[in-house]
Antibody, heavy 119, light 106 residues
Framework: EVQLLESGGGLVQPGGSLRLSCAAS????????MSWVRQAPGKGLEWVSA????????YYAESVKGRFTISRDDSKNTLYLQMNSLRAEDTALYYC????????????WGQGTLVTVSS | EIVMTQSPATLSVSPGERATLSCRAS??????LAWYQQKPGQAPRLLIY???TRATGIPARFSGSGSGTEFTLTISSLQSEDFAVYYC????????FGQGTKVEIK
């Protein structure tokens, strides 16, 4: 059974930093591209960042480029999102999502970790 | 960025009736379109990919159609568990989502 378990969310002040983690199990993590997708309270879904299998390529939405860094540790089956210079508009539930082998849609999602940016 | 526009924002349907949801892309995405269902407090669940292929375990009452810029998700006979928010997502380019259609009980 595929499982994605996010952690690391919390309350942080504007300008602060946070690192999210996503522990994966039930599939060959090293062979899968992964993404972070966020959902602001009461709003829709927004893709944030993706990383290829092996970690050689990373991609970011314009809204987070230069502030967020995605990475992975295949030895630990874990995906990360380092978030710096956080803004109020980054407040959201952050989901870890697994891509299919071939395409950039998401066949499995975690339950999310909540990030609140507020003073 | 490819902008995805869903309509209507809210759809009121009686159980057993048919629901038709629309999704339009600002430029062609070929058949690189997925649909997700999200219930309150839950993560999204993949329903359809490739515009018309049901994901594993998805009931046959869910069907997708379209290509290019116009797409439709049809739920042939709404069950109580189908009342939820539905999102389309294109993956012809970096993923973008529509704003969602809420299917509510009439």
């Amino acid at each position: 059974e595929v499982q994605l378990l996010e952690s690391g969310g919390g309350l942080v002040q504007p300008g602060g930093s946070l690192r999210l983690s996503c522990a994966a199990s039930g599939f060959t993590f090293s062979s899968s591209a992964m993404s972070w997708v966020r959902q602001a309270p009461g709003k829709g879904l927004e893709w944030v960042s993706a990383i290829s299998s092996g970690g050689g390529s990373t991609y970011y939405a314009e809204s987070v480029k230069g502030r967020f860094t995605i990475s992975r540790d295949d030895s630990k089956n874990t995906l990360y999102l380092q978030m710096n210079s956080l803004r109020a508009e980054d407040t959201a539930l952050y989901y870890c999502a697994k891509h299919t082998i071939v395409d950039y849609y998401f066949d499995y999602w975690g339950q999310g970790t909540l990030v609140t940016v507020s003073s | 960025e490819i902008v995805m526009t869903q309509s209507p924002a809210t759809l009121s349907v009686s159980p057993g009736e048919r629901a038709t949801l629309s999704c339009r892309a600002s430029q062609s995405v070929s058949s690189n379109l997925a649909w997700y269902q999200q219930k309150p407090g839950q993560a999204p669940r993949l329903l359809i990919y490739g515009a018309s292929t049901r994901a594993t375990g998805i009931p046959a009452r869910f069907s997708g159609s379209g290509s290019g810029t116009e797409f439709t998700l049809t739920i042939s006979s709404l069950q109580s568990e189908d009342f939820a928010v539905y999102y389309c997502q294109q993956y012809n380019n970096w993923p973008t989502f529509g704003q969602g259609t809420k299917v509510e009980i009439k």
